[in-house]
């Protein structure tokens, strides 16, 4: 009987509290196991990285994915955080000097070859000859991936083809599934030959896993609170896997890492460091309000609709944590302002469209003010009032810069991308969207900032 054991983290977005016990923990294990004369394999699931962390922002990921090299992990998939939160160049070098491999069968160039980085499949063999087929893909963003440059194709056609080409050269397969819950459900339900699926996305807790025909799904939470932990047994003999189980271990409950605390704080104040370069001098304070128009909202609306080439612009005003304060403006203050991996995306609508979203802000917005928001990349407080710039409805009439316009008008707004995924405004999924990449908020504040203001 040949043990394998399956070690897997999954949706960590830079926190990173406890990561020195989670790298000494696999670190030990390891040895423990390979010491044992038993196969031991560590993965990682992806959003592993999150911009919204200064020492990930700082080196756009490429220290992170140290770390896990660090702690010896064999392979990964990518996340939407790895995969649209950077620029095709910044996505490719992340992965360049990696001693990992990074396994990924739905990401393609533009000319449907594949990524150097990245390879559809890996098949490792035991020490005894068993042979373990790893496939994995990410959640296909089309509207992202496509302006950056890559064509991303559906995931679980993907998997079901490459499941099938590997399955008569391998004894075990298993999935990196950065995909959700609910997708690995249709996974384990289509693909029969499919033994584990390590899941993530969806930060679903399957803390003894989850049975769907003959494979077993794992979920491990998010941001480090967990590590998955599952075990193989396999009889050579009858060509099968007698057992297979999983289970989590929660990061807080390990043993102490002496200096943990000072290698946190380290990441931390490096990445603040890395950020402390000018990017241009405001010669004026721009003060916030959450609940109200304010210097600094009309500053960004600006540079926003100046970045878009738009004639109007709405967003919330939650998205700003600090004020743009008067005199040398850095990196870190930026990033500390607008944390979010939140794009700007720029939309064609027309007057009667226009009309009916600015009435709906109206509308909504003593709800939406005090609303608490978590996901769709806002990383505040609160949304915040939903502030609207030359664009207005009065006496039931559309208003663009102080001018009149009918109902068949076309018009260029610019807003956030939250808001066309379907929670706020689900009108404008249809609608004709740009999302304009690979720019975050802060860089676009920081472009107009410097040719506003100057050095």
Not at 108 to 136: F, L
Not at 291 to 302: I, K, M, N
Not at 325 to 338: E, F, I, R
Not at 423 to 438: A, G, I, Q, S, V
């Amino acid at each position: 009987m040949t043990t394998i054991h399956i070690y897997h983290t999954n949706d960590i977005h830079s926190h990173l509290k406890t990561w020195a016990r989670t790298r000494e923990y696999l670190q030990t294990q390891r040895r423990i196991h390979e010491q044992q004369g038993e196969a031991c394999f560590i993965f990682d699931l992806g959003d592993f990285i999150d911009r919204a962390d200064l020492y990930t922002e700082a080196t756009l990921g490429r220290e992170n994915v140290h770390l896990l090299d660090e702690a010896g992990y064999d392979a990964v998939t990518i996340g939407n955080n790895e995969g649209i939160t950077l620029s095709k160049e910044a996505l490719a070098a992340l992965y360049e000097q990696t001693e990992f491999d990074v396994i990924l069968s739905n990401l393609k160039e533009q000319d449907d070859t594949q990524p150097v980085w990245a390879s559809p499949y890996k098949i490792y063999t035991t020490h005894d000859r068993i042979k373990i087929g790893v496939i994995g893909a990410t959640a296909p963003f089309y509207d992202y991936y496509g302006p950056l440059g890559w064509k991303v194709t559906d995931p679980i056609k993907n998997l079901q083809k490459t499941a099938k080409e590997i399955g008569e050269r391998t004894d075990i397969v298993i999935c990196l599934s950065h995909l959700g819950l609910n997708s690995d459900e249709i996974l384990a339900s289509t693909i029969p030959n499919i033994d584990l699926i390590i899941g993530s996305h969806t930060h679903h807790v399957l803390k003894h896993g989850k049975k769907v025909e003959q494979a077993l799904l794992t979920g491990g939470g998010k941001f480090g609170q967990y590590i998955g932990y599952s075990v193989i047994k396999y009889s050579a003999e009858n060509h099968k896997i007698e057992k297979i189980e999983t289970e989590l271990i929660e990061t807080s409950q390990l043993p102490h890492v002496e200096g943990e605390t000072r290698e946190f704080e380290a990441l931390h104040n490096w990445g603040k460091e890395q950020l402390s370069v000018e990017v241009f001098h405001a010669s004026r304070y721009c003060n916030l309000e959450w609940q109200h128009d304010s210097h600094l909202a009309r500053f960004f609306a600006e540079a926003l609709m100046d970045y878009a080439k738009a004639d109007c612009a709405f967003f919330s005003a939650g998205i700003f944590l600090t004020p743009l304060k008067k005199g040398p403006v850095t990196a870190y203050d930026l990033h500390q302002m607008l944390p979010h991996p939140i794009n700007a995306c720029k939309i064609e609508m027309t007057g009667t469209q226009l009309k009916a979203c600015l009435q709906k802000i109206d509308e909504q917005n003593a709800e939406w003010s005090q609303m608490e928001l978590k996901g769709l990349g806002f990383r505040g407080r609160i949304l915040g009032k939903m502030l609207k710039y030359h664009c207005e409805v009065k006496k039931d009439e559309l208003y663009v810069n102080g001018m009149k316009k009918q109902d068949d008008a076309r018009i260029q707004v610019v807003t956030l991308d939250m808001f066309t995924f379907g929670w706020f405004f689900p009108e404008l999924k249809d609608m004709k969207k740009t999302y304009l990449l690979p720019h975050f908020l802060r860089d676009i504040l920081a472009i107009y900032g410097y040719k506003y203001f100057g050095k």
